[in-house]
C-alpha cells in the first residue's frame, strides 16, 4: 500500500510540472523517500501534528508537501468539530495509515483567521466550527481527499490514529520556497538543490 500511496504522490507532484511555467521550472527532480516520512515522524515533535517536508519552486507556482499524523481525538459523536480553512492553499489528502471521520465543506460558524505569522504548513488561515452543509465520512489508508482553498475541513472520532501524506499547490506563493523540514536537512547531500 506504502509503494501505491508514495506512486501517487509522485504522479501528483509530476503532473503540476506539465503545466505551463511562468518563471524557471526545476531542472532536477526533489526525493522524499519513506525513509524520510519516518524518521520526521518517528522523531518530531507531538505538536504541531503538521510537518511540512518540503516546499518547491515549481517555476508558476509553489509545491508543498507534508506528513500529518493524529492520534486520538477522544471525543463523541454529536460534539461540535473543530474545522480549518487556507485562504490560498488547496491541500490533497492521501491517507497513508489509520482512520477517522473527516468532514469538510459546509458553513463555518464562529470562523476566524489565525492571528499572528501565517505558518509553513498552509500559509494565512482560519477556523471554527463545522455547520450547516457539512460532509462528514470514514476515511481510512488507501483513501484520496482533495480539498480546494477556503474550504472547511476538521477530523473527529479518530479511535487510534490517522496519518496522511498532503499535496499543497500554491500559485499565490504564500509557503516559502526552498523550505525543508529541519530533520530532513541531515539528509540532503552538498549537491542536492535547497532552492532552485
Do not use: C
Amino acid at each position: 500500500m506504502t509503494k501505491s500511496i508514495l506512486g501517487v504522490l509522485f504522479v501528483l507532484l509530476t503532473f503540476q510540472v506539465a503545466f505551463a511555467q511562468n518563471g524557471e521550472a526545476p531542472t532536477v527532480a526533489f526525493d522524499i523517500t519513506k525513509a524520510d516520512i519516518d524518521y520526521v515522524l518517528k522523531n518530531a515533535p507531538p505538536n504541531p501534528p503538521d510537518r511540512q517536508l518540503r516546499v518547491v519552486d515549481m517555476g508558476k507556482y509553489n509545491m508543498g508537501v507534508g506528513i500529518i499524523y493524529r492520534g486520538p481525538t477522544n471525543d463523541r459523536p454529536g460534539d461540535p468539530i473543530q474545522v480549518l480553512y487556507h485562504d490560498y492553499t488547496p491541500e490533497t489528502y492521501i491517507i497513508v495509515s489509520g482512520s477517522g471521520i473527516l468532514t469538510t465543506g459546509g458553513v463555518i460558524n464562529d470562523k476566524k483567521p489565525s492571528a499572528g505569522v501565517p505558518n509553513v504548513m498552509n500559509g494565512p488561515s482560519g477556523g471554527g466550527t463545522a455547520g450547516n452543509g457539512a460532509y462528514s465520512r470514514l476515511v481510512k489508508e488507501g483513501d484520496i481527499i482533495i480539498i480546494p482553498n477556503k474550504v472547511a475541513h476538521g477530523w473527529s472520532q479518530i479511535t487510534d490514529h490517522v496519518t496522511y501524506l498532503s499535496v499543497r499547490p500554491d500559485p499565490d506563493r504564500v509557503l516559502p520556497a526552498g523550505y525543508v523540514y529541519p530533520l530532513l536537512l541531515r539528509n540532503l547531500s552538498p549537491s542536492a538543490p535547497r532552492k532552485p
